[in-house]
């Protein structure tokens, strides 16, 4: 898994985190933002490398679901791009939108 993988999931699972199990969200959470391996995730639970693997690619495969139905993600990227672009051609509106950014952080 790339960073860039990492990055997507580790959003999604901000966003929709609380609808997966406390076991997927935890190991998910220790794989991929706590950047630990399998093995030491499996450790942690007293499981199987393999269990973790389970878990991480269900809790994967959950979160996509989600954002595909629901699209917050994506839609949080798209408004922040745009605010960007306006706050990049009006200096003046940069502090301005920093409120803006603060309600799309949540």
Do not use: C, F, N
């Not at 966003?15 to 630990?36: I, P, W």
């Not at 690619?57 to 949080?76: I, M, N």
């Amino acid at each position: 898994m790339d960073i860039r993988d990492r990055v997507k999931i580790a959003s999604l699972l901000t966003e929709y985190g609380a609808l997966l199990t406390d076991k997927q969200r935890e190991m998910l959470s220790m794989y991929v933002e706590m950047d630990l391996s399998l093995p030491e995730v499996a450790e942690e639970y007293g499981v199987t490398r393999q269990a973790v693997l389970d878990a991480v690619r269900h809790g994967v495969d959950a979160l996509q679901r989600y954002e595909d139905a629901v699209g917050k993600v994506a839609l949080k990227r798209s408004v922040t791009a745009a605010l960007d672009e306006v706050a990049a051609e009006d200096e003046s509106l940069r502090e301005r939108l920093q409120a803006v950014y603060a309600i799309l952080e949540g």
